[in-house]
């Protein structure tokens, strides 16, 4: 898809082409919600438009597939879970909040780094945490209360995806062995089995709902989420993950804009002033691992 570029300068492009539809994505969402395609059928069906892409790119790579077969099942659980409470939680939520609570996603990616890699954490390191947390701790503050917890599900759903995509690139970035291609047709098929999972456990049907949003949103994931996974699969194992990190921040520029133009929601001052805590610890995150 990149070929032709530097390898550095392609791997960003990507990244940041992926944040841009990621910052949209939130809006066809949410309008196949309006035509009765609820989050979990919205995620399935969507997924599921992958399949044709999927067939293809898995030719003369299914051998591939056994060569870290423990970490690609735990790639398939992480992404399946990142795309998943994503959607629902931009679905319930207020859109900045979540993409501000998801993108705490590299202050867990440091501490996975350090718990499972092994890897030194630095003084500086110690303070980029501290910034960050302060930022989700001032953002989770609750008025009534006082104390800074998760206020609804779509802040769980929130966090609970941005700690699901900081392990998932942190495989991404270590199965080097196993093609970017391969990588993503297991995201892809974690998100379409978890999906029905959750869809069968809570006992939600999946024919009974409007023909038309079925085909926009088969037609969203065989396009959007094709190009999107295969941009942030590519990128960040090309990339050191704090520094893709980073580059995705790009995602909360793009959201912010489209949420403020498309919607009215508001955003209160605490949560501005957390976000860009947030922001702040993301970037020198980044910065750490140049």
Do not use: C
């Not at 992404?79 to 931009?90: E, Q, R, S």
């Not at 295969?230 to 980073?246: K, T």
Request: hydrophobic share 60%; glycine share 8%; charged share 10%.
């Amino acid at each position: 898809m990149w070929a032709g570029l530097n390898t550095r300068v392609s791997a960003i492009i990507a990244l940041l082409l992926a944040a841009a539809m990621w910052g949209v994505v939130w809006y066809p969402l949410r309008l196949l919600e309006e035509s009765g395609l609820g989050g979990l059928q919205s995620s399935l069906i969507m997924y599921a438009g992958t399949v044709f892409t999927a067939v293809y790119l898995l030719r003369g790579r299914w051998q591939e597939l056994s060569r870290a077969p423990l970490s690609l099942l735990l790639l398939a659980i992480a992404v399946g879970w990142t795309n998943i409470a994503f959607i629902l939680a931009v679905l319930e939520g207020t859109v900045v909040r979540v993409l501000l609570l998801f993108y705490l996603s590299p202050v867990w990616a440091i501490l996975l780094a350090w718990g499972i890699l092994g890897e030194h954490i630095t003084l500086r390191t110690w303070g980029v945490l501290v910034l960050a947390m302060s930022g989700a701790l001032i953002m989770l503050w609750h008025p009534e209360t006082g104390l800074p917890y998760p206020q609804n599900n779509a802040d769980w759903l929130a966090l609970s995806s941005g700690f699901a995509f900081a392990i998932s690139n942190v495989i991404m970035r270590k199965t080097q062995a196993v093609s970017v291609y391969v990588k993503s047709v297991v995201g892809w098929s974690g998100v379409i089995l978890l999906a029905l999972v959750i869809l069968f456990f809570k006992q939600t049907s999946v024919m009974d709902i409007n023909l038309n949003a079925v085909f926009a949103a088969f037609v969203l994931g065989a396009t959007f989420i094709v190009f999107m996974t295969l941009s942030v699969a590519y990128g960040v194992s090309h990339l050191p993950v704090h520094q893709s990190a980073i580059i995705l921040l790009f995602e909360l520029v793009v959201g912010t804009v489209s949420a403020m133009l498309l919607t009215d929601e508001s955003i209160l001052i605490r949560e501005w002033i957390g976000g860009v805590l947030v922001i702040s610890a993301a970037y020198f995150s980044a910065r750490e691992s140049n």
